[in-house]
């Protein structure tokens, strides 16, 4: 077991990280069309593809009395390598690094620069919630882990072992102010698509909780700092002291 405070690797030899993502949902009162217009024509992403997403048929007074899709982007933006995606609607902006990760001292600066289009764009805007979340695609191959078992995790019912296939969500309350969702599962429960020889996914999302509110970039830097430092700290505590050690890049 990894003890807390133990300092941790910078880096894994080979990342894990299929994708990772920033979301800022806000409140403005701002006209969406003239916030997503504003925001997607920045000279930032001029020449990525733009494409509809399917929330962007849904009627406006819809998202005013459903929770369920107020948040959901109606549009993206695509670099044209692929990696690179942004996605917008009225009330919510999200900016996505997909594998393969480049590290965080160059991913940070993107999501600074998505957070200032979003204060320019609309300069009225209350952040009400920030999420940060890294997906992870741990491999025999690369990782040294063939399945649950190679984890510093154990899971019963009843005294058996569940050591197959699980879908296991936990949450861990930092401060009044911030809590994560850490997801562990075997390939089967996972949607999407994942490397072909995934063996476990593990899924780390920090998030505020309800109540935040700030219109302050710095406060919101501030706090994707801080949700790195937590997430790192929560995706290695899932490893034994000898994984980390045969995985630490020198």
Not at 12 to 17: G, N, P, R, V
Not at 120 to 149: C, F, Q, W
Not at 178 to 199: H, K, N, Q, W, Y
């Amino acid at each position: 077991m990894v003890k807390r405070g133990t300092p941790l690797p910078k880096k894994l030899k080979c990342d894990a990280i299929v994708e990772a993502l920033l979301e800022l949902r806000f409140e403005s009162q701002l006209l969406p069309d003239i916030f997503i217009g504003r925001f997607a024509d920045r000279e930032n992403w001029q020449g990525w593809a733009q494409n509809l997403l399917p929330a962007y048929n849904l009627p406006p007074q819809l998202r005013t009395i459903d929770p369920n899709v107020q948040y959901l982007p109606t549009i993206e933006l695509v670099h044209n390598d692929g990696t690179r995606v942004l996605r917008i609607g009225p009330s919510v902006v999200s900016y996505h690094r997909k594998a393969p990760y480049v590290g965080w001292e160059k991913f940070k600066p993107e999501l600074e620069q998505a957070t200032a289009a979003l204060f320019e764009s609309a300069k009225d805007a209350v952040i009400k919630r920030l999420g940060l979340r890294y997906m992870n695609s741990l491999r025999p191959n690369l990782h040294g882990i063939a399945g649950l078992t190679d984890l510093d995790v154990k899971m019963t019912v009843s005294e058996d072992s569940i050591t197959k296939a699980a879908n296991l969500n936990f949450t861990m309350q930092f401060d009044k102010q911030s809590a994560c969702t850490v997801r562990i599962a075997t390939p089967e429960f996972v949607m999407g698509v994942l490397p072909a020889d995934t063996s476990v996914y593990i899924d780390v999302d920090v998030y505020t909780n309800e109540g935040f509110a700030t219109k302050d970039k710095k406060d919101v830097d501030e706090w994707v700092e801080f949700a790195h430092a937590q997430e790192k700290t929560e995706f290695f505590h899932l490893f034994t002291q000898s994984t980390i050690d045969k995985l630490r890049e020198e």
